[in-house]
């Protein structure tokens, strides 16, 4: 039985909506929040108040994927959601009302952070549910497509909102975006999973209700250590996505300043970026299948790792502007192909604390990675950050090619039978 395409799916394009409103709001949110700051302290406070909603999504990160898993995360990321509209439309309610100071700022950036902390597993831990395993390479591209939509269009709306309407505004913006998130959250089916595909419950996932926290916690790390995928596949996430969830964007500006590219160059080598990245994602977005996923996994982090150490030693714009684009199309190829190999793969009672921690590993550890690159470049040049760029994607490619089960994965292709479908049925809606 064939699995519907993914694209053609009106409950997986109802999710898609949502994401996609929950992600532009994000940076909408993220540039009114540091607008703000610059506004109310000054250029000193922006550091500040950043931390303060970096740190608490760090700090809580794998607490989130808990609550995901015990609750369920389509019933998690509904209620994180309708938070997050209230905390920000409270705080463009206050911007409009009154004259605030940086305190105010710091309590919503802290506030969001903790609340992203526990959306961010749960929205992750969905795409499994509401799909069949044929399909999540599908649904990872269309995730991609998503995430370039959404950096595209939401500085653009951020920046429209504060020339007109100023910070309180932005944050009214953030808001509505996120309330047309938790809108279309509400329609969102998960489908039943067929329990007799999965291991049997443990005596400890039986009494979930009576465990703690803390023990389901390690209970989801130990489920990661001791999977014979799971555990080398979310290293190699972690270090192909270290260098690519922020920190580039950091390097690319220096690397512009020292080529003397200017603005100009940067702004064209990091839109080259997302151009390549966006194709990846339509690419595999309408793609059937993926043959021999963990080789074309290995095989983009190599290219990738070229292209990060050639981008480092160019002299001509034109070049780079080509390198930035190759970076993009073979990193977006190894997000999709991770992605949906992880989902494939990881057991829908630990969705959320695998998704907590393979989201710790590529953004939530972000910041702390951002002053690494502005010593590095300062000691030994930008081309000496985009070669320790490429070397890290290279041990991530020597990872996955030294691991037999890495190098030997296949992700299902639409002529496999769903759980779903094996359990003897096309879907059962569920509210999970």
Do not use: K
């Not at 950043?50 to 369920?72: E, H």
């Not at 998960?190 to 390690?218: G, H, Y």
């Not at 580039?248 to 151009?275: C, D, K, N, Q, Y």
Request: hydrophobic residues 55%; contains cysteine.
């Amino acid at each position: 039985m064939s699995a519907r395409p993914a694209y053609r799916d009106a409950n997986v394009l109802r999710w898609l909506v949502a994401y996609t409103a929950s992600i532009t709001g994000d940076v909408v949110y993220f540039l009114a929040l540091t607008w703000a700051a610059v506004r109310v302290g000054g250029p000193s406070q922006v550091g500040l108040v950043v931390a303060a909603g970096a740190l608490p999504r760090a700090v809580l990160m794998l607490g989130g994927g808990v609550v995901a898993d015990r609750f369920g995360p389509r019933r998690v990321a509904v209620v994180s959601d309708a938070v997050r509209c209230a905390v920000i439309l409270g705080a463009a309610a206050a911007l409009t009302l009154a004259s605030p100071g940086v305190w105010l700022l710091v309590t919503v950036a802290l506030v969001f952070g903790a609340v992203d902390a526990v959306f961010m597993p749960a929205v992750g831990a969905l795409p499994p549910l509401i799909a069949a395993p044929a399909q999540f390479a599908r649904v990872q591209g269309m995730r991609g497509l998503s995430i370039r939509l959404s950096n595209a269009v939401g500085p653009l709306l951020a920046a429209a909102v504060l020339v007109t309407a100023g910070a309180a505004g932005a944050f009214a913006a953030a808001g509505i975006l996120f309330a047309l998130s938790l809108a279309t959250l509400l329609t969102v089916r998960t489908l039943s999973p067929a329990s007799s595909a999965r291991p049997p419950r443990s005596a400890s996932a039986r009494a979930s209700t009576r465990v703690s926290a803390l023990r389901e916690l390690a209970d989801g790390l130990r489920y990661v250590r001791r999977h014979r995928m799971l555990a080398p596949l979310v290293v190699v996430i972690g270090l192909g996505e270290m260098c690519f969830s922020g920190p580039v964007a950091t390097g690319l500006v220096l690397l512009a300043e020292e080529r003397g590219w200017g603005a100009p160059g940067m702004g064209w080598i990091a839109s080259a970026f997302s151009v390549g990245a966006a194709a990846s994602a339509l690419l595999l977005t309408v793609s059937a299948r993926i043959p021999r996923a963990g080789l074309v996994m290995c095989a983009a982090l190599l290219v990738t790792a070229g292209g990060a150490v050639a981008l480092g030693r160019v002299a001509s714009l034109p070049l780079a502007v080509l390198l930035g684009c190759l970076i993009g199309l073979t990193s977006g190829i190894t997000t999709t192909v991770t992605g949906a190999l992880l989902q494939t793969e990881t057991d829908p009672r630990y969705l959320g604390r695998v998704t907590a921690v393979t989201t710790l590993c590529t953004l939530g550890l972000a910041p702390v990675l951002f002053p690494a690159v502005g010593v590095t470049v300062a000691l030994w040049g930008a081309d000496a950050f985009f070669a320790g760029c490429g070397v890290i994607c290279l041990l991530a490619a020597g990872l996955g090619l030294a691991v037999p089960v890495l190098r030997r994965a296949e992700l299902q292709g639409p002529e496999t039978l769903s759980p779903v479908a094996v359990a003897g049925g096309s879907g059962v809606p569920s509210e999970g």
